[in-house]
C-alpha cells in the first residue's frame, strides 16, 4: 500500500508532536437520539428553523434566504430577531445535538489513537461517547485550568474550541460569538485564543473533516495566516478540494473519495505504532502510567463524599501525574520534585519512588565524578523504598541493576567489579520474581560483557560465554529482540580481539550472523549495520592482499547501509574514513592517493554532522601525515601543515588529546629530516615540544615509552644538528 503521509507529518506523529483538529465533515453522518441525522450546517440551520415555526415563530421568510445565502447569514437573522428566545434555541440545540449510543464513533476512536489532543469546533460529544476519557479533560471558553494540558506531553485534551452543546453558554454560534471569540474577544475568550496561538505556532495541526467553504474553519485559517510570518510549523489537511496560494501554511494530503480518510488515519497510525516499538522500556511504562493514572483520578472524580484519607490519596496521584509528565519531557529534576511530593501525601506510593529511582538515575548519566554518584545512590535508596512496599517490584529491581552497571563503569579495577556483582544480583532478584523478564537476562548480558573489557585471558572468556548466555535466554523469552542480537554480535566480536589464528575469524563471523539476524527482525537497526562494518573491517586487518581489501569493501558497504538509515551517524563517516586510510597503506602511488583523499572525504562529512567530533580531526591529521610520508618537496610540506592544522583543531575540542600531541611531534620530526640548518633546528624543537606536551598527558606505559624512545630520538638528532651546524 502506498504510503500517503508526508514526511514532517511522519516526524510530528513519531515526535508526539501532532494536534488533529476536527471540522463538522467528521459528524455529518452522525445521528441524534431522535434518529435525525446531523449533516452539515445548512441542515442544522434548517431543522433549527422547522422547530422555531412548530413552537409558532415567523420564520417563512427566513427559508428563502438558507437557499440562497450561507446558513451564517441565517444565524445572524435569527440572533437579530427579538421575538425569537433565546431559550428556545437552547432548547433545540440540546436536543438535535444529543447523539445516539449507537453511531459508530470508529474514526473518533482512531483519531484519539493518533493523537490524545483534539481540537475541534463540534459542539457535539461524540469524542465523549468515543473515549469517555475526554469528558473529563475537556476543556472550552471558561475552562482555563483545562485549557493548559495542551503542554503536558501524554496529557489527554479535548479542546472545543467553539463550546459545546451541553453548555449552551459556551457556544459560539451567532455572529456575534465568533466577533467576540476572533475579533474583540472577551477575557475568556482571550485565553483560549492565546491557548490556539500558542498551538499553531508550537504544534504540527492535522485538519480533518474541515471544509474549505466552512466559515468556522476560515476564521481558524484567518488566525493563522495572521501567524504566518512569525513561524515555520507545518500543518496539514486532508482534502478533497485543491487548496488556493493563500492557505500556503497548509500541506494537502489530496483523496478523492472521503472514504479514504480511514485508510490514511490507520497509515498514520501504523508510524506512530512503530515509533513508540522503538521507545525504551521506560518510556512505554511511564505511558502506560499515565494512563492508568488519568482512568484513576476519573474512578476518584465520581466518588461522593470522599474521606480525608481519599482526598489525600486524589491529591498524591495528581502529583504522581504531573511527574510522569516530566519524566516524559526529560525533566528529570522537576520530575522528581513531584514524585517526593506525592509519597508525602501518600507514603506507600510505590509508583513514586520507583519513578523517582529512575528519573534520579537518569539525572546522573548527565553528571560526572561525586555528583552522578550520589544520584545514583539516591536512586537506590528509592528503589530500595519501592521495594519494601510491593516486595515483588521486578521493574525496580531490573533497573537498580542498570544504574549500579551504569556506576560501575565509571570505576575501575575491584570497586567497579563489586558493583557489577551487586548489579547482577539485581537481575537474579527480578528474574526469580518474574522468570520472563527478558530485559533483565539482556541487561544482565550487558553487564558481563562491560565486566570481562575490563578482564585478561581466560577470566575475559568466561565472562563473555556467560554474556552469550544471558543473550540467549532473553531471545528465548523475546525471540524478536533484536537488541540482544546486536549486543551479542559486539560481545563475540570483543572476545575475538582477544584471540588469535582461524579461532579470531570463527567468532568474528559468528558476530556477523547475530547482526544478519538483528537485521532480518529490524531492517532499519543502523547500530547493527554499523557493528558488522567495524567488525568487517577489524577482520580485515589480520589479512593480506585481496582478501583483506575484499573484506574492507564489505566493511564499506555495511557503513553505506548504516548510514542510508541514520544519515547523520558521524560515527560511520569516521570508521569508514580510518578504515579507507587503512586500505590506502597497503597501496602505493595514484591508488593510495585515492584512497586517502577518500578518507578525508569521510572525515569532512563526519565532522559536518558533529563539529567537535575530535577523533575525526585527529585522524584527518594521521591520514595526511601519512600521505606526506609518500611525497616529496613543497607537496609534502603542504601534506604535513594540512595535518598540524588538524591536530590543533583535535586538541581545541580535546585538551589532552594525547594521540593527537604524539602524532604532531611524529610529523614534526619526519618534515625535520627533510630540511638542514637551522630550520631542521626549529622543526625538532616543536617537535620535542609536542611529544613533552604529550608526555604531561595521561596514557598506558606503552605508549609512554614510545613516546620517550622519539623524544630522545629527535633530542639526539638535534644535537647532532647543532654539533654539525657549530
Same mark, same amino acid.
Given at each position: ?178 466577533? *467576540?471569540?476572533? !475579533?474583540?474577544?472577551? %477575557?475568556? &475568550?482571550?485565553?483560549?485564543? +492565546?491557548?490556539?496561538? @500558542?498551538?499553531? #505556532? ?104 470522599? *474521606?480525608?484519607? !481519599?482526598?489525600?490519596? %486524589?491529591? &498524591?496521584?495528581?502529583?504522581? +501525574?504531573?511527574?510522569? @509528565?516530566?519524566? #516524559? ?118 553487564? +558481563? ?278
Amino acid at each position: 500500500m502506498q504510503n500517503r503521509v508526508p514526511n514532517d507529518l511522519e516526524k510530528a506523529i513519531c515526535n508526539d508532536n501532532l494536534i488533529v483538529f476536527v471540522g463538522a465533515g467528521l459528524s455529518y453522518g452522525l445521528f441524534n437520539i431522535n434518529k435525525q441525522p446531523l449533516k452539515g450546517w445548512t441542515n442544522l440551520v434548517e431543522q433549527m428553523l422547522g422547530h422555531l415555526k412548530q413552537k409558532g415563530y415567523d420564520v417563512d421568510y427566513l427559508l428563502p434566504v438558507l437557499s440562497r445565502q450561507p446558513p451564517i447569514k441565517v444565524l445572524d437573522l435569527i440572533e437579530s430577531d427579538n421575538n425569537i428566545p433565546k431559550k428556545e434555541i437552547s432548547d433545540f440545540i440540546k436536543d438535535f445535538l444529543d447523539l445516539a449510543e449507537d453511531n459508530d464513533f470508529t474514526l473518533h476512536e482512531k483519531l484519539y489513537q493518533l493523537s490524545n489532543k483534539i481540537v475541534t469546533t463540534n459542539y457535539d460529544t461524540a469524542f465523549e461517547k468515543a473515549i469517555p476519557l475526554l469528558r473529563k479533560n475537556r476543556a472550552y471558553k471558561g475552562k482555563n485550568y483545562e485549557l493548559t494540558k495542551h503542554k503536558e506531553t501524554g496529557a489527554p485534551l479535548l479542546f472545543k474550541l467553539h463550546g459545546c452543546f451541553e453548555d449552551v453558554d459556551s457556544m459560539v454560534l451567532f455572529p456575534s460569538a465568533y466577533q *467576540n471569540l476572533y !475579533k474583540n474577544p472577551t %477575557r475568556d &475568550a482571550e485565553h483560549s485564543i +492565546l491557548v490556539l496561538k @500558542n498551538i499553531i #505556532l508550537n504544534k504540527s495541526i492535522l485538519f480533518i473533516g474541515a471544509g474549505m467553504g466552512d466559515f468556522q474553519i476560515n476564521n481558524l485559517f484567518e488566525e493563522i495566516r495572521k501567524l504566518q510570518g512569525d513561524y515555520n510549523q507545518k500543518h496539514f489537511i486532508i482534502t478533497k478540494t485543491p487548496i488556493d496560494s493563500t492557505l500556503n501554511f497548509l500541506t494537502p494530503i489530496s483523496v478523492s473519495d472521503y472514504a479514504e480518510i480511514e485508510t490514511i488515519i490507520d497509515q498514520m497510525i501504523s508510524i506512530k505504532k512503530n515509533s513508540i516499538d522503538k521507545e525504551s522500556e521506560e518510556m512505554k511504562q511511564l505511558r502506560q502510567q499515565f494512563e492508568a493514572i488519568e482512568m484513576k483520578l476519573l474512578k476518584f472524580e465520581t466518588e461522593i463524599n470522599p *474521606n480525608q484519607t !481519599k482526598l489525600l490519596e %486524589r491529591e &498524591a496521584f495528581k502529583y504522581l +501525574l504531573k511527574g510522569v @509528565n516530566c519524566s #516524559l519531557l526529560g525533566k528529570h529534576e522537576e520530575a522528581i520534585v513531584e514524585y517526593e511530593t506525592a509519597v508525602e501525601l501518600k507514603p506507600d506510593l510505590h509508583e513514586a519512588f520507583y519513578n523517582c529511582g529512575n528519573a534520579l538515575g537518569n539525572s546522573a548519566k548527565t553528571k560526572t565524578g561525586s555528583e552522578a554518584e550520589a544520584l545514583y545512590h539516591q536512586a537506590f535508596d528509592k528503589y530500595q523504598q519501592a521495594i519494601q512496599i510491593k516486595p515483588d517490584k521486578h521493574e525496580a529491581f531490573n533497573n537498580w541493576g542498570i544504574y549500579l552497571g551504569n556506576l560501575a563503569e565509571t570505576k575501575t579495577g575491584s570497586e567497579a567489579e563489586a558493583l557489577y556483582h551487586q548489579a547482577f544480583d539485581k537481575y537474579q532478584q527480578a528474574i526469580q520474581i518474574k522468570p520472563d523478564q527478558q530485559s533483565a537476562f539482556y541487561n544482565w548480558g550487558n553487564d +558481563l560483557g562491560n565486566l570481562a573489557k575490563t578482564k585478561t585471558r581466560s577470566e575475559v572468556e568466561t565472562l563473555y560465554h556467560q554474556a552469550f548466555d544471558k543473550y540467549q535466554q532473553a531471545i528465548q523469552i523475546k525471540p524478536d529482540k533484536h537488541e540482544a542480537f546486536n549486543n551479542w554480535g559486539n560481545a563475540l566480536g570483543n572476545l575475538a580481539k582477544t584471540k588469535t589464528g582461524s579461532e579470531v575469524e570463527a567468532l568474528y563471523y559468528q558476530a556477523f550472523d547475530k547482526y544478519q539476524q538483528a537485521i532480518q527482525i529490524k531492517p532499519d537497526k543502523h547500530s547493527a549495520f554499523y557493528n558488522w562494518g567495524t567488525y568487517l573491517a577489524e577482520l580485515a586487518e589480520t589479512k593480506t592482499g585481496s582478501e583483506a581489501e575484499a573484506l574492507y569493501h564489505q566493511a564499506f558497504d555495511k557503513y553505506q547501509q548504516a548510514i542510508q538509515i541514520k544519515p547523520d551517524k558521524h560515527e560511520a563517516f569516521s570508521n569508514w574514513g580510518i578504515y579507507l586510510g587503512n586500505l590506502a597503506e597497503t597501496k602505493i602511488g595514484s591508488e593510495a592517493e585515492a584512497l586517502y583523499h577518500q578518507a578525508f572525504d569521510k572525515y569532512q562529512q563526519a565532522i559536518q554532522i558533529k563539529p567537535d567530533e575530535h577523533d575525526a580531526f585527529y585522524n584527518w591529521g594521521t591520514e595526511l601525515g601519512n600521505l606526506a610520508k609518500t611525497k616529496t618537496g613543497s607537496e609534502a610540506e603542504t601534506l604535513y601543515h594540512q595535518a598540524f592544522d588538524k591536530y590543533q583543531q583535535a586538541i581545541q575540542i580535546k585538551p589532552d588529546k594525547r594521540e593527537a600531541f604524539n602524532n604532531w611531534g611524529h610529523d614534526l620530526g619526519n618534515l625535520a629530516k627533510t630540511k638542514t640548518g637551522s630550520e631542521a633546528k626549529a622543526l625538532y624543537h616543536q617537535a620535542i615540544d609536542k611529544l613533552q606536551k604529550a608526555i604531561e598527558c595521561e596514557g598506558n606505559s606503552d605508549d609512554m615509552d614510545n613516546i620517550y624512545a622519539m623524544k630522545m630520538e629527535y633530542e639526539l638528532a638535534l644535537k647532532n644538528l647543532h654539533d654539525s651546524i657549530t
